[in-house]
Each structure stands twice: as C-alpha cells, then as structure tokens.
C-alpha cells in the first residue's frame, strides 16, 4: 500500500436524507505518517484508496484507543469528543489526490488550503462545484435548501429568530479555522479554502476565494479571484480585482509577485513578477495592447500584456493624453524588447 496523501476525522451536518453538507476537520493531515494509516488498517480494516466512512460511538471508542496506544495524543482526544456528540461523524481517507468526490473529500481538502497544509493551485479540486451541495448558512448551522422553509417556521413557532447569513456552496473561513497571525475586517468575505499567510490584512473590502490567497505580509483592499496566489508584500488597493480561473481568466494561473501594488479600482488578468505595479483605475489584460518605453520615456516598442506576464519592475499606466496603455521598466528597454522577442 503506497502512503497516505491527506487524512481527517471530522464532525458535520447532514440533511434528512442522511445526506452530508458540510464537514469540520479539527486535525486535518497531509501525508500522515504510517502510525496513522497503521492504526486505520487495524481499526478499520481499511485496504487502500480514497474512502469516506461513517463512525458510530463503537468505532470512534476504537480509534480513540488505538490512536491513544500509538501515541497520537491530538487524534484520541477528537475522536473521544466525537464520541459524546449528536452530530455525524467521518473519517476521510485519501489515498491519492483525485477529484473530489463526496462533500467529505471537497471539505478535507479546502480545510487542507485553509489550515496553510498546501497552497493554492497545488490540490486537486476538479469538479468541485458539482460535488458540493448549496447550502443555507444561517446562526443554527448549515441546513438544507430544501428544509429551510420548515426550520424557518419551527423557529418563530418557538420564539426563535433563524437568521440566513448566506445561501452559497461555501462557507466562510473563520467559522472552521482562523490562521495565525491574520486580522480580517469582514470576516463573511473570506471563503474557507482560502489561504492565507501570516501577518495578511483583509480590510472590509477584501474577498479572498477559495484556492486563493496570500504568502504572507500583504494589505488586501481589493478582491482575489480563484486560483490567485499573493506573494508575500504586495499590496491590492480598494476596488482593484484580479481574473481568476473562475472570472474569464481561462486557465492562466494569475500570480502576484513580491512588493507589488494593485492600484485602486484597478484590475489584473496576467501574472506579475516582482515590484511590479498597476495604476489606480487601470485593467490590464491578456489582449491589452501596451506600448513599452525606455528610461528616457522614449517609446522603444508594442507589445501585448500576456508578452510580459511575469516580469519584474514594471510600471503600467494610461496616458492621459493618448489614453495608450504604457509600460516603464527599471531594466533597459533594449533588454526588455529583446526578452520579449525571443519568448514564446
């Protein structure tokens, strides 16, 4: 049996289908060492592959012995909790990274973004919009769409308020796990799955997607799409947007690079090397037609934006006379037009 890829035991919600619709993984695992898949083998004769297992008291009494007897102190003591609780609980095993294909799965690997186990664009979440059910998100937990108008009327027939804070197939972050070392203004506009570094600033008009996110120190005002990584100093100003694979981006992968700026209002559809910067109110993309200029500000050349995707030390701008999209370097302009020539 190869090695195990992820791993976790989770406590969730299920409809009244016995169907699942969300999963809360305390402890989630990346590449678990064989203590672990040792202690699965001989609790739950698991054989190998990508499997989801539903746990009664009897086997989370099991696991949390095994799992005491191995010296796995943290996993004992989620399983001994699991065991007192109402609420479901799972074990998911993944044996490789394939699609997702169960809500447990989806959920263990976006708890896998979210608790900084794998960046984003490094996991494997094919399919995962058809896989996760959607979901009213409300101050009593995650419940069905389908069920919803009867929980609604059950609360007021007992006096109670069931407020719907969002109907979507993602929650929000901070409801599963709040990283280190981060300050988020709106907290409902940060999806879990979102990765986000050490020492990010998510002021109230920031949104962060899932499979998104920053390295470390960045001030995010603005949004990042799916698929969008963040290298650690750069800053989004308010308003600014960057093209994910979910927006229109296709399947370039938009990275911002480190001590980049994102103007305000303004908007990326390329990668960005480093030091790089975008002028307030300027969307730049792909097909964007730029024309390149030397130290001097002396017009050395045309090129497309995809021609410099990656690149550091560049300065885009608008020309407020010839409304022209420009292109400064800190590198000669001789340089950069021969670079750009010789690319693919």
Same mark, same amino acid.
């Given at each position: 049996?190869?090695?195990?890829?992820?791993?976790?035991?989770?406590?969730?919600?299920?409809?009244?289908?016995?169907?699942?619709?969300?999963?809360?993984?305390?402890?989630?695992?990346?590449?678990?060492?064989?203590?672990?898949?040792?202690?699965?083998?001989?609790?739950?004769?698991?054989?190998?592959?990508?499997?989801?297992?539903?746990?009664?008291?009897?086997?989370?009494?099991?696991?949390?012995?095994?799992?005491?007897?191995?010296?796995?102190?943290?996993?004992?003591?989620?399983?001994?909790?699991?065991?007192?609780?109402?609420?479901?609980?799972?074990?998911?095993?993944?044996?490789?990274? %394939?699609?997702?294909?169960?809500?447990?799965?989806?959920?263990?690997?976006?708890?896998?973004?979210?608790?900084?186990?794998?960046?984003?664009?490094?996991?494997?979440?094919?399919?995962?919009?058809?896989?996760?059910?959607?979901?009213?998100?409300?101050?009593?937990?995650?419940? %069905?769409?389908?069920?919803?108008?009867?929980?609604?009327?059950?609360?007021?027939?007992?006096?109670?308020?069931?407020?719907?804070?969002?109907?979507?197939?993602?929650?929000?972050?901070?409801?599963?796990?709040?990283?280190?070392?981060?300050?988020?203004?709106?907290?409902?506009?940060?999806?879990?799955?979102?990765?986000?570094?050490?020492?990010?600033?998510?002021?109230?008009?920031?949104?962060?997607?899932?499979?998104?996110?920053?390295?470390?120190?960045?001030?995010?005002?603005?949004?990042?799409?799916?698929?969008?990584?963040?290298?650690?100093?750069?800053?989004?100003?308010?308003?600014?947007?960057?093209?994910?694979?979910?927006?229109?981006?296709?399947?370039?992968?938009?990275?911002?690079?480190?001590?980049?700026?994102?103007?305000?209002?303004?908007?990326?559809?390329?990668?960005?090397?480093?030091?790089?910067?975008?002028?307030?109110?300027?969307?730049?993309?792909?097909?964007?037609?730029?024309?390149?200029?030397?130290?001097?500000?002396?017009?050395?050349?045309?090129?497309?934006?995809? %021609?410099?995707?990656?690149? %550091?030390?560049?300065?885009?701008?608008?020309?407020?006379?010839?409304?022209?999209?420009?292109?400064?370097?800190?590198?000669?302009?001789?340089?950069?037009?021969?670079?750009?020539?010789?690319?693919?």
């Amino acid at each position: 049996m190869t090695a195990l890829f992820s791993f976790g035991l989770g406590i969730g919600t299920q409809n009244n289908n016995s169907e699942w619709l969300e999963v809360f993984y305390p402890q989630p695992q990346l590449n678990p060492d064989e203590t672990v898949k040792n202690t699965l083998i001989s609790v739950l004769g698991y054989r190998g592959g990508n499997q989801v297992i539903t746990l009664d008291t009897v086997a989370l009494e099991k696991l949390a012995e095994a799992f005491a007897n191995a010296g796995e102190k943290t996993l004992a003591s989620i399983a001994d909790q699991f065991k007192h609780s109402d609420q479901p609980a799972v074990i998911t095993i993944l044996e490789t990274d %394939d699609s997702p294909s169960s809500v447990p799965e989806g959920y263990l690997k976006l708890h896998l973004l979210s608790h900084r186990l794998v960046k984003p664009n490094h996991v494997n979440l094919t399919g995962l919009f058809g896989v996760l059910p959607n979901v009213a998100w409300t101050n009593e937990g995650a419940i %069905d769409i389908n069920e919803l108008a009867d929980r609604q009327l059950r609360a007021r027939l007992n006096k109670r308020n069931l407020s719907v804070d969002s109907v979507d197939k993602f929650p929000k972050m901070v409801d599963y796990i709040v990283p280190s070392g981060v300050r988020i203004a709106d907290t409902a506009r940060v999806r879990l799955g979102a990765y986000i570094g050490e020492g990010t600033t998510i002021m109230h008009e920031g949104f962060v997607n899932f499979n998104a996110g920053t390295e470390s120190t960045s001030m995010i005002e603005g949004r990042i799409s799916q698929g969008v990584f963040v290298k650690s100093g750069s800053d989004l100003g308010g308003g600014s947007s960057t093209m994910g694979t979910l927006s229109g981006g296709g399947n370039i992968i938009i990275t911002i690079g480190n001590q980049c700026l994102l103007g305000a209002n303004s908007g990326l559809g390329i990668p960005l090397g480093d030091r790089c910067t975008v002028e307030a109110g300027l969307y730049i993309t792909a097909g964007t037609k730029v024309t390149l200029l030397d130290d001097h500000g002396k017009i050395a050349g045309q090129a497309k934006a995809r %021609d410099l995707a990656g690149k %550091d030390d560049l300065l885009f701008r608008r020309n407020s006379t010839t409304g022209t999209v420009e292109c400064l370097t800190n590198k000669s302009a001789v340089e950069l037009n021969a670079a750009l020539h010789t690319s693919n």
